[in-house]
């Protein structure tokens, strides 16, 4: 078959003809990584063509090219296509991978020699994920400039879309992601990669939609396939027949050149003049097929049986010829380009078309006798291609066989933690009617069991409804579909029907199935909307019920409820018992609940204004969290910290850091909301409220919708002190009061710090102050016996607030507590506004004791970075001439002077030398000096300050109180 000197191109094909100016859009943004390119087009459009010429490209750029692939018919192997590509990569130039690319290790066996040890694997499945894309990625960054490729990712399996997802939205900064897809071939209403994906900031890339070849194209084609036979006549029937979809003109002009052009064989532009379009490739080749020798028929056939690229061994297995046989009809269907190479010695047809036309044409009952003869070579197989094996089951007519390898095809995937490969074949399964009795609860259960964490929760969920619904199931199977199925409802979205299931689930386990049991009683104790009166009885029964139980790690389970639960209600004993949690227990099961328990207490601890014990804790646990492979509580610990971070004032990069957090789990909602509240929080202290409110409202939202207690309160007394900001006081009410209404309800005014001074100054602003009172003095009942310093130091504020209108000097004294109490808390942002409210207090006394709590308050704003309350704090110093200088100072021995204050103040925010000279406007030789005599008057250097700076300033200028 000769198709011409100028028809070849780096496939050793055709020529690459009319894509020109998309390869250019494909290198320009791949030249510019990080990139994510979405090449989208129909079966036999030429998308691997595109990819296939880009990378030749890249490749003399001296950039890696890693292709994988996803297929129809895969075994389960979770991040298959991923893994294909990663194990092609050229590691000569690679001198070290990270400690986080050992979790690869297992998936990539013949590099585990030059990958770091494997970690322990975590528990849960999302753990896994976020575990695998830390590896995947520092793999990737490792290799230095690369292209990962996956292609037809419409037939991708949910694991791989969900790790392609989480990549897509934080690609190491060297690296190119094509996908491919047929766009008609996804699932309705879906996405490539399950979700809507935009491009982060940062990242280039674009989608790139392949249309037909236009009639020039084709005929340019069929030109350099054919050279001077290929007339325009033949370019136009060529261009009719294939409509312009480059496979069937190019499998048109395969046959032209195989019957020896137009000329040779007359007739042969008749023939393609009068041939429909459709049935374009499927003459072409069962033409082709018609050429061949009876061995290469069969070797087709099989091909087209298997559905997926087999070694020559197998494929003349099924068709029933020896080896030698077999390799020669190979090789003459690789001539004919029927058969493609795909690679490490497996074979295919050419492409997913050619395979169901010649499908279709092999006589029903040798489709039968070649699928059952394919189950028998599968059997012999290493290792045993379940899910394969259960395809031709079912193709072969055996429906109850069929059953049996389906089952032991998902509990294999189950066992590698293949959920996405296990669910779509266990809802099939299920679907069939004959499907009954024990075969039925098992199945029913695997899916139950599945569906908690699955990626395509809500298509299992129909599944799971109607199991319920099904009498001949037991109630105890029922329980535990129940049970998954309320734990994926909150799990997928914080559906509170989620709750409605499990408790319902709990009836029908208790007498069957404790274990089950307890852990939907564990989780009913965390349903914190409901109060603590429900929490507690929940808590109760799972501690009752778990006595009986012979599983450490279940009673290791409710104790850190426990804990949780003592830490939210601000419980004092909880501290000691978080000291005698097993820290080296034999079961790390325990130790993985002892990471949770301390991460919990810490998150909490944070709530309630034990910062530096919060800190502890928190590094605690992700230390453990490490060690026993649980990558959620890692996350948790993280964002933990991040919030101590913004509590102590430590800004500087912290939303980038948040946006990172949010990368790494997208669908947490407790992360994105806790960014939305620190970024409101950070856009109000510099004066940009319009963005403020809408990152408060994100939070609040989110904080309602998935029963966020403590992100709800916090967003609510966020939105509340803008809305006062604006002179909004109605809406500042409206707000205040349905998280007050929340507050009271869960009893978590040990975790309300912000709201109540808040909500008190709001009803304050709209003439309620018999609602202020009630509001301060229910808090303060609510307070009795807790151990929460934050709410404590907020409640301080709201007394303030309402003496501040009839007893201005007793309001400054509180506020003055306050912000003492802040300030042993750690954080100095609450401290400047408590000492920003003196200030006020002092104005509207007459103005004397003003200066001093707003020098330090503009101290402490100026160290965070809070711009536009420095601003305003320095425009009312400047109107109280705080700047002029007073005849006859007096002299402050070994105390400190004012000025001295105001730099301690600074040293005990983290303020540099340079910071403190912008903020009292002094020159750095004259802050050198201060700085020199405040470590020498306190006994302390730089870090020790905070410690032991005082309160206040000396001096007689400032009355009691102030």
């Not at 990712?153 to 996908?179: E, F, K, S, Y």
């Not at 298509?459 to 579909?481: C, N």
């Not at 019920?545 to 830490?567: C, G, Q, S």
């Amino acid at each position: 078959m000769d198709l011409g000197d100028g028809a070849a191109g780096p496939d050793g094909r055709f020529r690459f003809v009319g894509r020109q100016r998309e390869l250019g859009q494909l290198l320009a943004a791949l030249r510019r990584p990080p990139a994510v390119v979405l090449v989208e087009g129909e079966a036999g459009i030429g998308k691997s063509r595109l990819v296939r010429e880009a990378a030749a490209v890249l490749r003399a750029e001296r950039r890696q090219v890693l292709t994988g692939l996803c297929h129809p018919l895969r075994e389960p192997f979770p991040y298959g296509p991923v893994v294909d590509a990663l194990r092609k990569a050229d590691l000569a130039d690679v001198t070290g991978f990270p400690p986080t690319a050992g979790a690869l290790a297992p998936l990539l066996p013949d590099l585990a020699g030059r990958l770091p040890d494997p970690p322990q694997q975590p528990a849960d499945a999302s753990g896994r994920r976020f575990q695998l894309l830390q590896a995947v990625r520092s793999y990737l960054t490792a290799l230095g400039p690369a292209v990962l490729v996956v292609e037809d990712l419409h037939w991708i399996d949910d694991a791989t879309r969900d790790l392609l997802l989480l990549l897509a939205r934080d690609l190491p900064p060297h690296l190119g992601l094509v996908l491919t897809y047929r766009a008609e071939d996804l699932p309705p209403k879906g996405a490539v990669l399950g979700a809507v994906y935009h491009h982060p900031p940062g990242t280039a890339g674009s989608v790139i939609r392949l249309g037909p070849l236009l009639e020039p194209e084709v005929r340019e084609l069929a030109a350099a396939a054919l050279g001077p036979s290929a007339t325009a006549a033949l370019g136009a029937a060529l261009y009719r027949r294939s409509e312009g979809l480059p496979l069937v003109a190019e499998e048109d002009l395969i046959t032209l050149a195989e019957q020896g052009g137009p000329h040779g064989r007359p007739g042969a532009l008749e023939r393609l003049r009068d041939a429909d379009a459709p049935h374009g490739l499927r003459e072409a080749v069962t033409g082709r097929l018609g050429m061949l020798s009876p061995d290469a028929s069969a070797i087709a056939e099989t091909s087209a049986v298997l559905g997926v690229a087999a070694p020559e061994e197998l494929l003349a297995d099924v068709a029933g010829l020896g080896r030698e046989r077999g390799a020669e009809a190979v090789i003459e269907l690789l001539r004919a380009s029927l058969l493609r190479e795909a690679g490490q010695g497996e074979y295919a047809l050419r492409h997913v078309l050619a395979q169901q036309v010649v499908y279709r044409a092999i006589p029903g009952p040798a489709r039968l006798r070649l699928h059952r003869r394919a189950v028998e070579a599968l059997r012999a197989r290493t290792p045993v291609p379940l899910m394969q094996i259960a395809h031709h089951t079912l193709a072969a007519g055996d429906r109850a066989g069929w059953l049996l390898r389906a089952q032991e095809a998902a509990d294999q995937a189950i066992a590698v933690r293949d959920g996405g490969t296990a669910s779509p074949l266990l809802r099939r399964m299920l679907d069939r009617p004959e499907l009954a009795g024990e075969a039925r609860s098992r199945a029913a259960l695997a899916l139950a069991g599945v569906a908690a964490s699955s990626l395509d929760f809500r298509t299992d969920a129909l599944v799971l409804r109607r199991l319920l619904d099904d009498p001949g199931l037991p109630m105890e199977v029922r329980g535990e579909i129940r049970l998954g199925l309320g734990l994926g409802m909150l799990n997928e979205n914080a559906d509170p029907a989620g709750f409605d299931e499990v408790e319902r689930a709990v009836g029908e386990l208790a007498a069957g199935r404790p274990g089950p049991a307890v852990r939907a009683m564990v989780a009913l104790a965390l349903k914190e909307a409901e109060g603590p009166a429900y929490t507690r009885a929940w808590l109760e029964r799972a501690e009752d019920a778990v006595r009986d139980l012979d599983d450490e790690a279940m009673k290791a389970a409710v104790h850190a409820t426990r804990l949780t639960l003592m830490a939210c209600q601000g419980d004092p004993a909880v501290w000691g018992l978080t000291e005698r949690l097993p820290r080296h227990p034999d079961d790390r099961a325990v130790l993985r609940q002892t990471a949770r328990a301390l991460q919990n207490v810490a998150d909490t601890a944070a709530y309630l204004g034990h910062d530096r014990r919060a800190t502890a804790l928190s590094a605690e646990a992700g230390q453990i969290a490490a060690r026993v492979g649980s990558p959620i509580v890692m996350f948790l610990s993280h964002g933990t910290r991040l919030r101590l971070d913004a509590l102590a004032g430590r800004w500087e990069g912290l939303e980038e850091r948040l946006d990172a957090l949010v990368d790494e789990y997208p669908t947490a909602g407790g992360a994105r909301a806790e960014r939305a509240v620190v970024g409101g929080t950070l856009a109000a202290a510099r004066g940009r409220h319009t963005r403020a409110l809408e990152h408060f409202h994100e939070a609040f939202r989110i904080g309602a919708d998935q029963m966020l207690v403590g992100i709800e309160l916090r967003a609510a007394a966020g939105l509340t002190s803008l809305h006062l900001a604006r002179g909004e006081a109605p809406r500042a009410w409206a707000v205040a009061g349905q998280a007050v209404d929340t507050a009271r309800r869960t009893a978590a005014w040990p975790r309300a710090a912000g709201l109540v001074s808040a909500a008190v100054e709001a009803a304050l602003a709209c003439d309620r102050r018999s609602a202020a009172e009630r509001l301060a003095a229910e808090a303060g009942q609510g307070l009795d016996g807790c151990d929460a310093p934050a709410a404590a130091a907020d409640l301080e504020v709201a007394q303030g607030l309402l003496l501040l209108d009839t007893d201005p000097a007793g309001a400054a004294g509180h506020f003055c507590g306050a912000a003492r109490r802040w300030r042993g808390i750690g954080r100095p942002y609450e401290a400047a506004r408590a000492l920003d409210r003196a200030g006020d207090a002092w104005r509207g006394a007459g103005g004397a004791g003003a200066v001093e709590p707003l020098t330090e308050a503009l101290a402490l704003y100026t160290g965070v970075g809070a711009t536009a309350d420095a601003t305003r704090c320095g425009r009312v110093l400047t109107d109280l001439g705080a700047a002029r200088r007073r005849p006859g100072r007096r002299g402050y021995g070994g105390s400190l002077s004012p000025r001295e204050h105001q730099v301690a103040g600074l040293l005990a925010a983290g303020a540099t030398n340079q910071r403190i000279a912008e903020a009292l406007f002094l020159s750095p030789r004259t802050v050198e000096n201060h700085v020199a005599k405040v470590l020498r008057k306190l006994g302390t250097d730089r870090k020790g300050v905070a410690a032991v700076h005082p309160d206040r300033a000396d001096g007689p200028e400032r009355p009691d109180g102030g």
